[in-house]
C-alpha cells in the first residue's frame, strides 16, 4: 500500500517536473563510437510510443541481424537476447517497451580488426542509447536522458522518437559460451553476460564527461553541444550538456557534485550562446580558458583511484557512494569514469558493470560466486543508480531458471577464479572528432 501510493506520487511528481525544455536530441552514428552524435530532427510530439508488444516476461524488442554463415550460432545470439531481456524485465518495470537494434558480425571482416594469437584484449561488442534528448530536470538543469528513459515517464508532450532506443553491437570473431554449451572454457566468454552489461549501458549507465577535442585526452567536459548559427557562417555554443549519469558523480574527496563543475564550465565565453566563427576557434578559445583548468582537473580525478563516486541527490553520505572506475592510468575513453570499480566490485553482487568480463565464468557462476545475490545479475548498487535515474526498480528475487541449465552454471569449475580478463568495447573508445558533423548540420 505505501509503495503502491509512493510510486503514484513520484509518478505525479514526475510528469510535472520534467517539462521538455527544447526538442533537441542527439543521434548516435555508429555504437563503436559511443559518445559521436549528430544532431536530430525531433519536434515535439504527444501520445505514447507505438505499443509494439507486452511480453510482460520480456520487455525488450530487439531487432537481430546476424551476418555470420552459421545459424546454430545466429540462433544461439539470439536465445541469448531473450534470455537477457527476461533478466532485465525481471528487475526493471518497464512502462514501455525497449527496442534494440542488435547485430552480431566478424569485426575482423567488417572493421579489419583481427584478432592475433597473441591478442589478450578483444573488442567483444558495445551498446549506446540510440538517441539521446534534452529534458529539463527537476533540479532545473537540462540534461541528456536515453530515449529508453524518456519512454518511460508517460510524458504529455516528448521529442519525436527514433524507432530504436539502444544501438548494439557485437564482434563473431570471440569464443563465446552460450547455454546448452557444457561446461565453459577457460577462454571463453559468456555472451549472456556481455548483453546485459551492454544493455545498461544502453538503459544510461554511461556518462557524459569525455574529452571531445584531444586525442589522446587532456581535459574532460560534458558534451559540448553547437549549433549552426542561422544568420552567420559561424557556431553558436549551446552548452556543455550532461548525461542523466552525470547528475549523481560526486569528488569522493570533497563531496563535491560534478554538476557544480559543469556549472561552471557553463560560464566559459560568457555562456551558452555565444558565437564563434568556427570549431578551431572554439577550440582554442576554450583551451586558453579558465574553465579549461577545471576540465583538466576532471581529468585529473578520472585517472585517480576512487576518485569519483556516485550518490543520490538528496545524499551528502559518501560512504554509500557507488565508486567508479579512475584506476585507469592512463584513462581509457568508454572504460574511465563509465564502470564501476574494479578492485572494490570484484566479487560482489555488483560485478556485472566492471570494464573487464571474466573469461572462464558464465553469468550464473558469477552471480553465485560473488554471494548468490537473489535479484541475480543487477545487483543492488546498480539498481539503486537505475532507480535514481527514474526507471521503476523491482525488489523481487530473480528466478535462477531464467539464466538457464542449472546443471552447468552450479558446476563451477576448479579453475573459475583463475580468470583471464577480456575487454568489451564501449569500454574502449574511438576519437572523437565530432565537431565536424556538427559543424556541417
Ligand atoms: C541496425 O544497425 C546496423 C548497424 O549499425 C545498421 O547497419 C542497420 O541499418 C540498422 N537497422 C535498422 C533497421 O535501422
Ligand atoms: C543573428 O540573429 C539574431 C536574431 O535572430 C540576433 O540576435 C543576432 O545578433 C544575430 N547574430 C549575428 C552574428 O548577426
Ligand atoms: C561549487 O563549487 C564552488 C567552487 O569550488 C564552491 O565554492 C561551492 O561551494 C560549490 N557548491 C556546492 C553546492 O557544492
Ligand atoms: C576560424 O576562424 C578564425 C577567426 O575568424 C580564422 O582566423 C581562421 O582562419 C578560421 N579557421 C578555419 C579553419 O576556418
Ligand atoms: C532520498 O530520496 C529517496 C526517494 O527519492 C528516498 O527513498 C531516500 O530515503 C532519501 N534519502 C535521504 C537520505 O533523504
Ligand atoms: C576475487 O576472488 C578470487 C577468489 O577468492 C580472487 O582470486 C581474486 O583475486 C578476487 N578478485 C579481486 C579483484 O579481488
Ligand atoms: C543460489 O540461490 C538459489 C535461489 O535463489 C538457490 O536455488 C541455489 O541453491 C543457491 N546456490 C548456492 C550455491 O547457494
Ligand atoms: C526488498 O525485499 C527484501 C525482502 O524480500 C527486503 O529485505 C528489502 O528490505 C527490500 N528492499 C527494499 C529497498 O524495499
Ligand atoms: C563439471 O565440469 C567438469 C569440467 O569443468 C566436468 O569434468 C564434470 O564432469 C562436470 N560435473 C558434472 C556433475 O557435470
Ligand atoms: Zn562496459
Known sequence: MRLSSLLAFSLFFLLNIFRIFA?????????????????????????????????????????????????????????????????????????????VNATFTSFCVLYNECSTPTTTLITLGGAAPARTMEILDSDGVTRLFPQSLVKQMNLDNHPAYSSFDILALFNSDT???FDGDGPIHADQSDFLFLIVHE????????????????????????????????NSSGIIFTGFVEMIFDKFMVILSTGQRISNITKQLNTFAGGPGALFANSSQFISQFEASSQYNLAKQVMTYATTPKAIGLLPVNSSDISQAIILET????????SSVSHVDYQTYSNTSDFLMRYLQDRGKTLGQSIILSGNYSGGPIGPKLRSFLSW?????????????????????????????????????????????????????
Open 175 to 177: 569464443n563465446y559460451w
Open 199 to 230: 544493455l545498461m549501458h544502453g538503459l544510461g549507465f554511461t556518462t557524459g564527461y569525455e574529452d571531445y577535442l584531444n586525442n589522446p585526452a587532456v581535459a574532460l567536459t560534458p558534451y559540448i553541444a553547437v549549433t549552426q548559427s542561422s
Open 389 to 441: 535515474s527514474g526507471y521503476t526498480v523491482l525488489n523481487q528475487s530473480v528466478p535462477f531458471s531464467i539464466i538457464g541449465d542449472s546443471s552447468y552454471y552450479l558446476n563451477i569449475s576448479s579453475d573459475a577464479n583463475n580468470i583471464i580478463p577480456s575487454l568489451g568495447y564501449t569500454c574502449t573508445l574511438a576519437t572523437l572528432f565530432f565537431f565536424w558533423f556538427m559543424a556541417s548540420q
Open 23 to 99: 526538442s533537441t536530441c542527439w543521434d548516435l552514428v555508429d555504437p563503436r563510437r559511443p559518445k559521436e552524435f549528430i544532431k536530430a530532427d525531433c519536434p515535439t510530439e504527444s501520445g505514447n510510443p507505438p505499443n509494439l508488444k507486452r511480453d510482460n516476461d520480456d520487455m525488450f524488442v530487439v531487432t537481430f541481424t546476424c551476418t555470420v554463415n552459421d545459424q546454430t550460432l545466429c540462433n544461439k545470439v539470439k536465445t541469448a537476447f531473450t534470455t537477457a531481456g527476461k533478466l532485465i524485465t525481471a528487475s526493471i518495470a518497464f512502462k514501455t517497451p525497449v527496442t
Open 327 to 334: 584506476s585507469l592510468v592512463p584513462y581509457v575513453g568508454g
